[in-house]
């Protein structure tokens, strides 16, 4: 949502005239509640597609590991959504999960063998769900400031 110092904040400039999300204000984030209330209730009943990916390295630079995630849903109840492991010790994994009509499943395959079967909870397996976001809230500080163009947290010490 914030990006913590991977998004570019617009200039002062950008900013004239500009409407903030609610909880957001020209300062930063005020009111983490009002912002993941309005983020959620944006995204309710209607179709999205989320991509994630993530790069672990060695202090060496070497990869450890590679995942690459794609959530897509419709707003029906529907999704649709992969994860993708590349490790450096060759294990591996591609995991699918999606749900139509009432029916969930999950197919996980590890080399050639792919193992299928029904999802006992069928929820829409959020990237980061409701709970982790007010939990990151909770444990950083919520507001943050605009250093150098881009957003970063607040010296904590």
């Known amino acids: 949502m914030c990006g913590f110092g991977s998004?570019?904040?617009?200039?002062?400039?950008?900013?004239?005239?500009?409407?903030?999300?609610?909880?957001?204000?020209?300062?930063g984030i005020y009111d983490a509640d009002a912002l993941l209330d309005a983020h959620?209730?944006?995204?309710?009943?209607?179709?999205?597609?989320?991509?994630?990916?993530?790069v672990r390295r060695a202090r060496d630079g070497s990869l450890l590991a590679r995942h690459d995630r794609t959530l897509r849903v419709a707003g029906d109840d529907r999704f649709h959504y992969v994860l993708t492991v590349e490790q450096h010790d060759g294990r591996d994994r591609r995991i699918e999960r999606w749900r139509?009509?009432?029916?969930?499943?999950?197919?996980?395959?590890?080399?050639?063998?792919?193992?299928?079967?029904?999802?006992?909870?069928?929820?829409?397996?959020?990237?980061?769900?409701q709970a982790e976001l007010r939990r990151l809230f909770r444990f950083v500080p919520s507001r943050l400031s605009d250093t150098g163009g881009r957003p970063t947290l607040p010296d904590t010490a």
């Open 7 to 27: 998004v570019p904040v617009p200039s002062g400039d950008e900013r004239a005239g500009a409407s903030f999300a609610p909880g957001v204000d020209e300062t």
């Open 40 to 54: 959620f209730g944006r995204l309710a009943n209607t179709s999205y597609t989320v991509r994630l990916s993530s």
């Open 100 to 129: 139509a009509d009432g029916e969930a499943y999950t197919t996980v395959t590890v080399g050639n063998d792919t193992t299928y079967r029904p999802l006992t909870r069928p929820a829409p397996p959020g990237l980061v769900t």
